[in-house]
């Protein structure tokens, strides 16, 4: 079956926001009493559920409940500085390289993903824009994108997905997808590189790969 859709990740891949999320994860931090990480070490270390990685970084237990404090504290934060987050810079390039249909998954808000999406500039571009529709976020992506999946009625067999982290791996796995790792995003290079999945440096380049798969 030949792929001829890419699914696009946002946060980390189109969206060039590592340094917000490295911020607004500290002011999370800080608020119970945490020490500060560098883009350096959130690279190293960042994973879904990120409740995991909040717990291994602040050295205890955390439960649902303080998760849930921490994630708002962390939203917060994030959505002051969102307005000045810009697009990678070969984005556009790379979208436009594609030759097949093309769609964005996003753990981040659904209410305000679509319209960020419409800020830069990508209204029309994408058959269908998803985000997550819950007060809580990260969560794995593995069932997020199944019922992206299902909404575009297309089996994972057709399907690329381009993302940064180890957990859009797994998610295109548990789909029978494509997958290739984009290393400009949240994860540290080594990881994505050790998985022995495809990586590219570049989104033009991630592009050009999936063309192959």
């Known amino acids: 079956m030949t792929r001829t859709h890419l699914v696009w990740d946002w946060n980390g891949t189109l969206l060039d926001d590592l340094s917000l999320v490295v911020s607004a994860t500290n002011v999370a931090f800080e608020a119970v009493g945490g020490r500060a990480v560098d883009a350096d070490e959130h690279r190293a270390r960042f994973r879904r559920p990120v409740a995991e990685f909040y717990a291994e970084m602040l050295e ?3 439960d649902d409940e303080e998760f849930g404090r921490l994630d708002k504290i962390f939203h917060d934060a994030y959505r002051l ?12 390039t790379a979208i436009k390289s594609w030759p097949g249909s093309q769609s964005l998954l996003s753990m981040w808000f659904h209410s305000e993903l679509v319209p960020a999406v419409e800020t830069y500039g990508l209204n029309g571009v994408f058959a269908r824009v998803d985000g997550l529709r819950t007060e809580v976020g990260g969560h794995l992506k593995a069932a997020h994108l199944a019922h992206h999946l299902d909404g575009l009625g297309l089996a994972g067999g057709q399907v690329v997905l381009i993302g940064d982290s180890l957990d859009d791996a797994a998610a295109a796995d548990s789909a029978g997808a494509g997958i290739v790792l984009y290393t400009g995003g949240f ?13 590219a440096d570049t989104l033009v380049e991630a592009v050009e790969i999936a063309k192959s798969l």
């Open 187 to 199: 994860t540290h290079p080594d990881r994505l590189r050790a998985s022995g999945r495809p990586v």
């Open 81 to 92: 500085g969102l307005a000045s987050m810009t697009l990678a810079g070969d984005a556009m």
């Open 60 to 62: 205890r237990a955390i």
